[in-house]
């Protein structure tokens, strides 16, 4: 079967993977769309630690083509978007509703898949670039089959990280101001969230002028190429900013970017040692920095609310995929997404 595999020095499409059948409280998928999203790049150039060889990807959507013993609230044939939240279900932040907070789901990865007769490894409990993967079975959510799959791939991490930051994380609220740094795929969903919670100035900055378009689309009320810029249109400050790049130095831009009580949400990955710095007298004034891991999503909830948000217009997802390619064609997905020249680039199988 084929896949994208990272073995610590190179990444290469093979065709000899083989995943094995799903356990009690598994469910394997037939894997027909996954997003090629930043995390996977920040694996390959060791932003992202992780044991290798690997098979990367973790954005994704498929058929269930079969389950293990236990599993009722999927059968195979239907379609399901997958998260990467491979938790218990049962320890006292999954009881709270906090599976992002699980601890069975953060750094525990596992080996489902063989190559030459060695164990390979999953990427976030989920490895999309592959045909079929394993994954437990409150990963698998079940989505409606009149959403083509290219688009609910996206929601497995774009759109639960992006938009669940909003809702979940930063709980926007009617009229509130929102700036928004970066805007990727995970921004874009930033922006659309912003719309969807009542925001009524949405700020978009990147540094790509071309990019204004698809900003106002998703949301933006204002475009800006530089944070320098940012108290033109918000004079006394954001209610929320939210960072979607990884650079300290735009981390400050948003802390600095705060009204009164507001809050920074950082949601781009710098390199795992990176320190960023602010005032500390300008935090006195009710601020907050808040960290996000995955949207503080509650997938099972989650994605089936914004499947339905989408079935209603309200929430865009055909427009995030900007291009398909074929897996093969994996080396040149990743030229145009490092080049900056696709919002969101899907693999299809």
Same mark, same amino acid.
């Given at each position: 079967?084929? /896949?994208?595999?990272?073995?610590?020095?190179?990444?290469?499409?093979?065709?000899?993977?083989?995943?094995?059948?799903?356990?009690?409280?598994?469910?394997?998928?037939?894997?027909?769309?996954?997003?090629? &999203?930043?995390?996977?790049?920040?694996?390959?150039?060791?932003?992202? @630690?992780?044991?290798?060889?690997?098979?990367?990807?973790?954005?994704?959507?498929?058929?269930?083509?079969?389950?293990?013993?236990?599993?009722?609230?999927?059968? #195979?044939?239907?379609?399901?978007? %997958?998260?990467?939240?491979?938790?218990?279900?049962? &320890?006292?932040?999954?009881?709270?509703?906090?599976?992002?907070?699980?601890?069975?789901?953060? /750094?525990? #990865?596992?080996? #489902?898949?063989?190559?030459?007769?060695?164990?390979?490894?999953? +990427?976030?409990? =989920?490895?999309? +670039?592959?045909?079929?993967?394993?994954? !437990?079975?409150?990963?698998?959510?079940?989505? #409606?089959?009149?959403?083509?799959? @290219?688009?609910?791939?996206?929601?497995? &991490?774009?759109?639960?990280?992006?938009?669940?930051? $909003?809702?979940?994380?930063?709980?926007?609220?009617?009229?509130?101001? $929102? *700036?928004?740094?970066?805007? /990727?795929?995970?921004?874009?969903?930033?922006?659309?969230?912003?719309?969807?919670?009542?925001?009524?100035?949405? $700020?978009?900055?990147?540094? =790509?002028?071309? !990019?204004?378009?698809?900003?106002?689309?998703?949301?933006?009320?204002? +475009?800006?190429?530089?944070?320098?810029?940012?108290?033109?249109?918000?004079?006394?400050?954001?209610?929320?900013?939210?960072?979607?790049?990884?650079?300290?130095?735009?981390?400050?831009?948003?802390?600095?970017?705060?009204?009164?009580?507001?809050?920074?949400?950082?949601?781009?990955?710098?390199?795992?040692?990176?320190?960023?710095?602010? %005032?500390?007298?300008?935090? +006195? *004034?009710?601020?907050?920095?808040?960290? &996000?891991?995955?949207?503080?999503?509650?997938?099972?909830?989650?994605?089936?609310?914004?499947?339905?948000?989408?079935?209603?217009?309200?929430?865009?997802?055909?427009? %995030? $995929?900007?291009?398909?390619? @074929?897996?093969?064609?994996?080396? !040149?997905?990743?030229?145009?997404?490092?080049?900056?020249?696709?919002?969101?680039?899907?693999?299809?199988?």
């Amino acid at each position: 079967m084929r /896949g994208v595999l990272f073995d610590g020095k190179r990444v290469e499409v093979v065709d000899d993977l083989v995943v094995r059948d799903p356990g009690p409280g598994e469910v394997q998928v037939a894997v027909a769309a996954a997003g090629l &999203c930043h995390s996977d790049l920040s694996v390959v150039d060791g932003t992202i @630690p992780f044991p290798v060889p690997v098979v990367l990807g973790h954005e994704g959507a498929g058929v269930v083509a079969a389950v293990g013993a236990g599993v009722t609230h999927v059968r #195979p044939g239907d379609h399901v978007a %997958l998260s990467t939240l491979a938790n218990c279900g049962t &320890c006292a932040q999954c009881d709270r509703g906090r599976p992002t907070m699980c601890r069975q789901s953060i /750094g525990r #990865p596992g080996q #489902p898949f063989a190559r030459d007769g060695r164990p390979v490894f999953q +990427f976030a409990a =989920n490895s999309a +670039f592959a045909e079929r993967t394993v994954v !437990k079975a409150v990963q698998a959510v079940r989505i #409606p089959e009149d959403i083509p799959l @290219p688009s609910a791939a996206l929601i497995g &991490c774009g759109v639960l990280t992006g938009v669940g930051a $909003v809702l979940n994380r930063a709980k926007v609220d009617r009229g509130d101001s $929102v *700036l928004v740094i970066g805007t /990727g795929g995970i921004g874009l969903n930033v922006l659309q969230g912003a719309r969807i919670a009542g925001a009524l100035r949405i $700020v978009a900055v990147d540094a =790509n002028p071309a !990019k204004e378009e698809v900003a106002r689309r998703f949301g933006a009320t204002h +475009f800006l190429t530089s944070t320098d810029s940012v108290r033109d249109v918000l004079p006394t400050g954001a209610d929320h900013a939210f960072e979607c790049v990884g650079r300290v130095e735009l981390i400050r831009a948003a802390i600095d970017s705060l009204d009164r009580h507001g809050q920074a949400i950082l949601l781009g990955v710098p390199p795992a040692t990176a320190q960023a710095s602010f %005032l500390v007298s300008s935090m +006195f *004034l009710d601020k907050s920095i808040l960290g &996000c891991r995955y949207g503080s999503s509650r997938p099972q909830r989650d994605i089936a609310l914004y499947a339905e948000l989408y079935r209603e217009g309200r929430l865009l997802l055909d427009e %995030l $995929v900007t291009r398909t390619y @074929p897996v093969e064609d994996f080396e !040149k997905a990743v030229a145009d997404a490092e080049a900056g020249r696709v919002a969101r680039g899907v693999l299809t199988f």
